[in-house]
């Protein structure tokens, strides 16, 4: 089933040069002595050119001074800078053993660098995962560590699985066990100055619950100024991890109403995504799922409580043949409103297109959903050019802005196939601000912080800073704005850091990218936090 599954990749600038180079895990050989063989992770740098009446995105494969493949099966990577040196680093997981990678490059001029320093933090799973999230849970103000574990397979328990005519086929994640997730606490800086990991899977709850997870995402949820977690489970009900604030999470999705769908089912969840698309202040979630199922919206209602509105929004007949992974919440045409893409690839042989003697029957068109302003969708993938034309097996997508332009490309990963580039030409269409959030001190992305755009007689728009979502894949941590045809330089942008401070710039520059640092700010009040009124988000 592995290779089935993969694979994805991260989007991070590995060399400080202002712009995101491009890490993709590879597969291998399944069934050797070893059981696996990676065929070697690959690095992609950036060499954007941009004058003044023109931009160039071009990519060179480079590779580090240090071999950073493994014996394990490439699944997918996330970034975050866990030292708090300034430079993002690297997690990728595998079927097999993982790896943490600390980023050592010097600078744009210089050969990209790591340290494989896996089994010194203490950060090994030798289990299958997919998923994994940097986010800092105990606000220590450093990166602590989730890891999605996914079925409990090895290749001495492969079963034969076939199609209803008998070929044989990928089996159902049915036919086997799932396990549970873990999750490392960063301990900081030692003596040696190296940072090292406490395993708290066991004391913080999550080691007790055997899962599924593909897909997981990070956000506070219930207002109450923590991160909490959304794990996605495939074939399994979903987790939302609410923080307990003192090191220990509970499982609340089933009475928040985000555990499973509408009908009380749980679905093949694989990729997932957080945002506050209907600008009310508090942060949704979509889920994709399987041919046949639909994908999920969650409304939530500013309390950690969840309302499935998939039908109402217009996902749901529109998503009902796709079987989806990769998902992402982003404003395409920087009007303002966040739209929604979704990368599809089938698991099972799609039996028209095996009848048809066709070499890969599992391909499917990917989809755009853009936002009608009202709080519903439409299908827009045929107005959205020729990347929407093809049909393949994809798996991962990766979000950012490759070429700097103010707005969010994607580089799509397929299984059995190319990577595709999406290069966005949408954006441009309207005005944007764009924004990276960085702590004092350790100019590390200030993952977890809230951001809000404030306009004269507008709604609030609030994004978040995180690498996180969508499926096996890291993604941007920078902010964009859209503004719609607005040249208004009236604007203040408020920004919750993970400490609980909150500060405020006003008129930052349309059209280009700022630098907020911590510390550099108006100190405002922060909002009252809103209070959870059920049981299990406060403990008692």
Known sequence: MAENMGAGGSLLDLDNDGDLDVLLVQGGRLGDDQGTASSGDRIFRNELEVTTDHVTLQFSETTALVDISSNG??????????????????YITRFGSNQLLRNRSGG?????DFDDVTAMAGVDEPLWSVSAVFFDYDLDGWLDLYVGNYLDFSLAQHRPCSTPAGAPDYCDPSAYDGVADRLFRNLGAGGDGR??????SQTSGLAGVASKSLGAVSADFDGDGWPDLYVANDGMPNQLWINQKDGTFLDDALLAGCAVNRDGTAEASMGVDAADFDADG?????????????????????????????S????GGTSLAATGFGTHWLDVDNDGALDLLAVNGAVRSIEALARAGDPNPYHQKNQLFMARGDGSFTDASELAGTAFEASETSRAALFGDLDNDGDIDVLVTNNNGPVRLLNNNAGQLNNFIGLEIVLRGSGRAALGSRVDLIRPGQPIVSRRVGTDGSYAAGNDPRIIFGLGPSTDPSNEIRVLWPDGTMESWDHVRIGRYTT????????????????????????Q
């Open 195 to 200: 940072v090292r990991f406490a395993d708290m």
């Open 108 to 112: 744009p001029d210089q050969a990209i």
């Open 312 to 315: 109402d929004s217009g996902f």
């Open 516 to 539: 907020l640092r911590q510390g550099t700010g108006r100190r405002a009040k922060p909002s009252q936090p809103q209070q959870a009124e059920h049981s299990s988000h406060t403990g």
């Open 73 to 90: 099966y490439g699944m997918g990577a996330t970034s975050g800078d866990y030292d708090n040196d300034g430079r993002p680093d690297l």
């Open 282 to 310: 508090d942060f949704d979630v979509f889920v994709s799922h399987l041919s046949g199922e639909t994908h999920t919206l969650y409304v939530n209602d500013g309390t950690g409580f969840f309302t499935d509105m998939s």
